[in-house]
């Protein structure tokens, strides 16, 4: 049983940085077939895909987040860092690391979420 588990601050200042990571067990980030991905829900846009990291390293940030936001992976730890830079209280949230099955394209394990307020 794959388990996928978020972990970092829940209050962060505007203008400052949010970083979470995502722990992995039952599984390996490295295991073909599978890619990594960080997922939010907020208010203000809904349901949104941050970015993805495939099996073999490729990373991928979505467009809009791509100039304030990296993500990346430790394989050895079997884990996934997200970092969003500048953050404003648009990025408050719920945020959620998920396993996507490539052949197929759907989610098959998530993390139960960490909810990210930002705010002074």
């Known amino acids: 049983q794959v388990q996928l588990q978020e972990s970092g601050p829940g209050l962060v200042k505007p203008s400052q940085t949010l970083s979470l990571t995502c722990t992995v067990s039952?599984?390996?980030?490295?295991?073909?077939?599978?890619?990594w991905n960080w997922i939010r829900q907020s208010p203000a846009k809904g349901l949104e895909r941050m970015g993805v990291?495939?099996?073999?390293?490729?990373?991928s940030v979505s467009p809009s987040l791509k100039s304030r936001t990296s993500i990346w992976g430790d394989t050895s730890k079997n884990e996934l860092f997200l970092q969003v830079n500048s953050v404003t209280p648009e990025d408050t949230g719920v945020y959620y690391c998920?396993?996507?099955?490539?052949?197929?394209?759907?989610?098959?394990?998530w993390g139960q979420g960490t909810q990210v307020t930002v705010s002074s």
């Open positions: 039952g599984g390996s980030t490295t295991t073909p077939g599978y890619a």
């Open positions: 990291i495939g099996y073999a390293g490729s990373i």
């Open positions: 998920a396993r996507q099955v490539l052949d197929g394209a759907h989610y098959d394990y």
